[in-house]
T-cell receptor, first 115, second 112 residues
Framework: NAGVIQTPRHKVTGKGQEATLWCEPISGHSAVFWYRQTIVQGLEFLTYFRNQAPIDDSGMPKERFSAQMPNQSHSTLKIQSTQPQDSAVYLC?????????????FGPGTRLTVL | QQKVQQSPESLSVPEGGMASLNCTSSDRNFQYFWWYRQHSGEGPKALMSIFSDGDKKEGRFTAHLNKASLHVSLHIRDSQPSDSALYFCAAPGDNYAQGLTFGLGTRVSVFP
């Protein structure tokens, strides 16, 4: 079991460019979560899918951020017109079921740097 | 204001010593907690969850929950250099089908 896979591990974009981050959850897990980690804000919940359906995107910035899960083996987080304040580590996690009583398994993260 | 507050921000512990970490919630909807640990360059990894009042022990790690005061602690016995990491307390959102709310973390350094 390779765990949750995130690609790329590092991404550098120029201000105004688009960034797409990929996540492959653990096989058999029905829930996928996206978080953002910064020194100042810590770990912030962004969005959550269960059985590929979007369930909760209450943490997503309303503009420029979108997430999809086109099939059970991968999810993407897309940031349009990236800004320096989007620089962070973006973490994907999966769990067997969607309830928060089940352990979330995190990937290593994608470090996004916006110049 | 953070809904989950952790203290201290950082902690230095001698190898073989005891580390004690604290976490308090300001939201009475948070009825149970997770402890996660994150080593540099890696994603967080779950240590344990605690749902009931009292102690829960897993190896060298013991969590204690007091629901009335919304306080949970984590104690690491016989600390090892590999325990040097960022420790997070996390609680569920307003309902169970939601992402976790994390504290800002406690950085633990174990020195020889």
């Amino acid at each position: 079991n390779a765990g949750v896979i995130q690609t790329p591990r590092h991404k550098v974009t120029g201000k105004g460019q688009e960034a797409t981050l990929w996540c492959e959850p653990i096989s058999g897990h029905s829930a996928v979560f996206w978080y953002r980690q910064t020194i100042v804000q810590g770990l912030e919940f962004l969005t959550y899918f269960r059985n590929q359906a979007p369930i909760d995107d209450s943490g997503m910035p309303k503009e420029r951020f979108s997430a999809q899960m086109p099939n059970q083996s991968h999810s993407t987080l897309k940031i349009q017109s990236t800004q320096p304040q989007d620089s962070a580590v973006y973490l994907c996690a999966s769990s067997l079921f969607g309830q928060s009583s089940y352990e979330q398994y995190f990937g290593p993260g994608t470090r996004l740097t916006v110049l | 204001q953070q809904k989950v507050q952790q203290s201290p921000e950082s902690l230095s512990v001698p190898e073989g010593g005891m580390a004690s970490l604290n976490c308090t919630s300001s939201d009475r909807n948070f009825q149970y907690f997770w402890w996660y640990r994150q080593h540099s360059g890696e994603g967080p990894k779950a240590l344990m969850s605690i749902f009931s009042d009292g102690d829960k022990k897993e190896g060298r790690f013991t969590a204690h929950l007091n629901k009335a005061s919304l306080h949970v602690s984590l104690h690491i016995r016989d600390s090892q250099p590999s325990d040097s990491a960022l420790y997070f307390c996390a609680a569920p959102g307003d309902n169970y089908a939601q992402g976790l709310t994390f504290g800002l973390g406690t950085r633990v350094s174990v020195f020889p």
